[in-house]
């Protein structure tokens, strides 16, 4: 991976709305020494500084920054948000802004590391224009109200919210506002954000009131809502613990206009993530351990039973999950048996089951039902291992095969081509520097019987 300070800007890039825009490295290295220098002048004067999503806009409006697909320039102001934070995504990844490492913690396991994300971004889809993904590049839908937690508005309790789209220029006083201070929610902040309806509610006083007073978990849904409608679902990194192997995906840029709440409850494990208001809700608990086992071993002699296999041992792991090749935490696995070693020992095939990883989709998804799930991941796991008696496992190679396309699908297919295209010409130099003494001995060979043959 180069260092981010040895990256260039892409010269073309495809933006979310269609819109193909070009830009100078150049320009916007010089520019942005300018608005970084300011910015430092007024810190150092105790003036304010303005956000940093503001900064950058007014990087990308220098002169010869962006320009159009045929070279006219370009006022990032008239821009659709989701194309302007595409752009600010590519000068973090450039390095023509500076990003912090943020701190995170490991989904799976709760080990902590730092990383600025916007380094790892996949930005082959943009540059080679391939954003026609179902899933990751589409477009947010403005014309439907989109289901929220209830919050009181006005008189009414309301648990829809309608937004409307942005432009740069109408979401201005929400990309000035400082990113570490206290967020002050005033009718012209409510418009900039583009929240067109709480329900019937059209009156930004009203709804401007409404947030200002709206519980943690209402809070946090619409700030979610926002993040889906102003940033594309491209704009994310992946980041593998190297503790566990979780795959962790970061948002990109780090730095966002609204920073999304920390909803986790106090006191639980780091590795878990809580359930917004699931007390409050009054969601089911979660088995403990004891019951969740009870629970396994019940199905799991029905299933065996059912497809006639026996002396698989079960073990129910309450450890850190183990992780697919693609870093996503397993519900289960099935670790096949070894043929007796020369002491006679043999091993028994083996299916695990994660009681955290249960745990943790419980709590993400309130409609996840664990004995339907426990059956399902059991059943899964016989069926790995007939296929394995039988000598061979289609059921696994489709899995690899899921995992290659998922991954190709955020590279980019001509961005892959490239990087096998690469690693084809690394291995062969590598091959070269490895066997050089060989060949260096088998040249003198030649070159000595090309001697000896000429005399
Ligand atoms: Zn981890
Ligand atoms: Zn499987």
Redesign the pocket.
Known sequence: MPNPAQRQLPARVHLPSGTVVRLSDAAARAQAAAVLGAAEDRDGAGRALPGRCARDVQILAGPSVLADARGAPLDPLGLPLPDAHVLRALLAFAGVVPEEPGAYSCENCGAPFEVAPSSLLEIGPFTDGELDDPELDRPFDFNVPHPIPALRVGRAVCRRARLAERTVEEAMPLLRLPGDGVLRITPSVVVAMGIAALGNERRAPVIADALATAPDEAWAAIVDLYHEARYPKRLFAVHRCQACGARNDLDVPLERELERADLRAPGEDAGDRAAPGAAASGAAAFPDLDAFEARVRAAAERIYKDRGVRNIDLFIDAGVPACDDGGEPLLGC?TPGTPADELGIARPPEIRIFYRTFRAEAREDPGFDVDAEIVETID??VI?HLHHLAGSDP??DE?HAQIEREQLRRVGQAEAARRARRGALSDLAGFLRVTWPAWLIAAIGTALAWCEGGR
């Open positions: 099935y899964h796991e790995h059921v696994d899995e």
